[in-house]
């Protein structure tokens, strides 16, 4: 009985968080309240309150969500998790930096309702905002560490380098989540690539550097 019970939480639980990102998706988050989702769940404000305490608790289990999503890849091909980005950027290649971004692309269509919510909301709830700037500067982080294993580039200057090419793909996943593909794929990808390749791969004609020791 009681383990009916907990499925049945969890079921409902999950009807809120399902029904939230179409609502999210469809009316964006500042336009979508606690009421409607209880309603379009066919539920009870009170219901909704006994699983998230608030609308951005809600928001949290969706970011989540969408983190689960990333570390498994996020799509029926082993994706962007079969490469880890530290040992990406480590070995500095441009071809490795654009199969990534690639392996990457594929996970948007999913992601999209998560991200456009999550970047919606962080810019009304300050609460939000602080988990969508460490959802960003968690992959800065493994930018940073692929190439200090590396011993590539001045390290005053890798937290940066990482920060920018993060900051080039978000904005193109976001602008593709919001208007499609404005040019073909293979070139968007291919000139984010040959950016990446500037700003964190190994420079043409040297050797890869020792790792530096910790």
Known sequence: MA???AAQKEMTRRLLLSTAVGLFEARGYAGT????IAKAAGTTRVTFYAYFPSRAALMKALVAEADAL???GGTESAGAGARDLAAVVREGRRD???AWLRDSSRQWP???PYVLAAHEAAVVDPELRDLV???FDAVVADIVIGLEQAGRFDPDSRRLRGFLALTQLDQLSRRWMRHGWETEPVT????????????LG????TKPAEPEEH
């Open 202 to 205: 190994e420079p043409e004609g």
């Open 3 to 5: 383990n009916l019970r």
């Open 110 to 112: 999913r992601l999209r």
């Open 188 to 199: 968007a990808l291919g000139l984010l690539a040959d950016s990446w390749a500037h700003l």
């Open 133 to 135: 700037d460490h959802w």
């Open 96 to 98: 490795g930096f654009e």
């Open 33 to 36: 309240t606690v009421d409607d």
């Open 70 to 72: 990333l570390e498994h």
